[in-house]
């Protein structure tokens, strides 16, 4: 596919881009050994992996997987990183498409001791670096951040709260995090824990289908309220970032747009289906 | 250094010879953009060629009366899916450039929302590109890149500008929106050419 960016450039000014600025390191195939399974929701696994010459990877970044059958046939899949530093620990979480060919296989073929052949790190746009000059505004301040996930969709946006806490930065952070069901929510303990321990991480949760006892809201599709409610406002010009299903993606950023954000200022990551 | 995976069996075994290596087959249309989709009036839209000497503009109307071909081909993305036997309608970057002097050999496609890709011109011409506005019979959708796209099929999909409004010629190659984060500034899918 073809892909849009936001970034301004314009044709009638024959702008010539930048030259490759590139603060990530740089991707190339290693042998990962899977050193935990753990069941995530019910229907998806978190992998820990500790790869063999693994650069270390920036949060939001992505790895491909690729598995061999024995007769040579192949299958190669993306999977964001939840997990980011120079360690060569990389935590996966895969969520099970009931008729997918990588992903059941993941959720629940894999076990401890495993090879899993991976490709990466990779993308250098859909990251937030603690300080980074990515998170500056064209002043020059720090511009507060939005991260809105949808379901496996927080991986990635995990791996960011995580590094911003982890560097003590103070960057305001804010998540807004849909899921279908209590259940179903992804580094549960984890980002609790984020949003007690810190100010400056605050998490909102949407539920869908069913909420827990005694929730304000119905489930249902209340995105767009919880959107227009939640989300850092468009006139302290957040950096947002986005990561779930393409439908979940596309129905959110055309929200943001009409809530008043910058298209420029909204960053994607779509995983595929609807 | 590939070895097999312990407990993976696949799910079929066609291969399919039009499937490049490392590419499933889906029979869907999977989107990957870095931002959101724009929405662009074709009333406003226009497409622009630049050259050392000057400028080409061609407005909606003017672009409609061009000559138009249908084009039947496979896609193939860099995330790892291809479609095959695709059909589109669109004009050939041939019949553009008929129009076009220039001994610039690079070019810059720009699109509407800001996205830049960059493509040697000789992989452009001669039955290689096209800009679409048609896909399976409908105009394109605005999530596809409507109202018209860019569309090299021989090269992986990012470099098929959605929401293309024009290409700018350049002396050297230079880097575009993903190639300057980590794609290939190529992009040959026989050849796997996804990341540098
Ligand atoms: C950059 C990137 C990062 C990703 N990160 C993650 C991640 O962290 N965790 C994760 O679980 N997945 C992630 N994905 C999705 C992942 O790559 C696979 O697409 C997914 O696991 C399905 O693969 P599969 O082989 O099981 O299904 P397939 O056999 O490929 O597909 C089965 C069917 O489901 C459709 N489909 C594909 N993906 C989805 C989807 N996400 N939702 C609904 N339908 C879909 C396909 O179009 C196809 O029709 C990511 C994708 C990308 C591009």
């Known amino acids: ?274 | 250094m590939s070895f097999i995976t312990r407990g993976f069996s696949g799910r079929s075994r066609e291969r399919d010879d039009r499937l490049p290596p490392g590419q499933t087959l889906v029979h869907d249309f999977p989107v990957l953009s870095a931002g959101p989709t724009p929405e662009i009036d074709t009333a406003e839209w226009e497409f622009t060629i630049r050259t050392e000497t000057g400028v080409h503009r061609w407005n909606w109307d003017e672009f409609m009366a061009l000559k138009i071909d249908d084009v039947d081909t496979d896609i193939h993305c860099v995330t790892h899916w291809s479609k095959l036997g695709t059909s589109w309608r669109g004009v050939s970057l041939d019949t553009l450039f008929e129009e076009v002097e220039t001994e610039q050999e690079y070019v810059m496609a720009h699109s509407y929302g800001g996205y830049t890709t960059n493509v040697p011109l000789d992989e452009l011409l001669d039955g290689k590109a096209w800009v679409a506005f048609e896909f399976d019979g409908e105009p394109l959708d605005p999530e596809h890149g409507g109202p018209a796209r860019l569309l090299v099929p021989h090269l992986y999909f990012w470099k098929s500008a959605k929401w293309v409004r024009g290409l700018v010629m350049m002396d050297q190659d230079e880097p575009g929106f993903w190639e300057q984060n980590g794609y290939h500034l190529h992009g040959d899918p026989w050849k796997e050419e996804r990341y540098w």
């Open chain 1, 1 to 274: 596919m073809s892909d849009a960016s936001s970034l301004a450039t314009d044709a009638s000014e024959a702008a010539t881009p930048a030259a490759p600025v590139r603060t990530v390191p740089r991707a190339g195939w290693h042998t990962a050994t899977v050193v935990a399974v753990h069941r995530e929701t019910p229907t998806a696994s978190r992998l820990e992996l500790d790869v063999d010459g693994w650069p270390g990877n920036a949060a939001g970044q992505h790895l491909d997987v690729r598995l061999t059958a024995p007769d040579g046939y192949t299958a190669t899949r993306s999977y964001s990183i939840a997990s980011s530093g120079p360690s060569s620990r990389v935590v996966l979480a895969v969520d099970k498409l009931p008729d997918g060919e990588v992903s059941p296989f993941l959720v629940d073929e894999v076990r401890t001791g495993d090879l899993l052949e991976v490709h990466g790190p990779l993308g250098a746009f859909f990251v937030w670096e603690p300080d980074g000059r990515r998170s500056l505004s064209p002043a020059g301040r720090v511009r507060p951040v939005q991260l809105v996930a949808g379901g496996s969709g927080v991986v990635p946006l995990f791996a960011m709260a995580q590094a911003h806490a982890a560097a003590d930065d103070l960057t305001p952070f804010r998540m807004l995090y849909s899921v279908r069901t209590p259940d179903d929510v992804y580094f549960a303990d984890e980002l609790m824990a984020l949003a007690a321990a810190s100010d400056a991480f605050r998490l909102d949760l949407v539920y869908t289908r069913r909420t827990p006892d005694g929730w304000p809201t119905p489930p249902g599709r209340i995105m767009r309220e919880a959107l227009a409610a939640a989300v850092i406002p468009a006139a302290d010009r957040p950096l947002v970032y986005v990561c779930g299903s393409t439908g979940f993606v596309e129905q959110v950023a055309s929200w943001l747009i009409e809530l008043g954000h910058d298209a420029q200022s909204i960053r994607t990551e779509r995983f595929g289906g609807t």
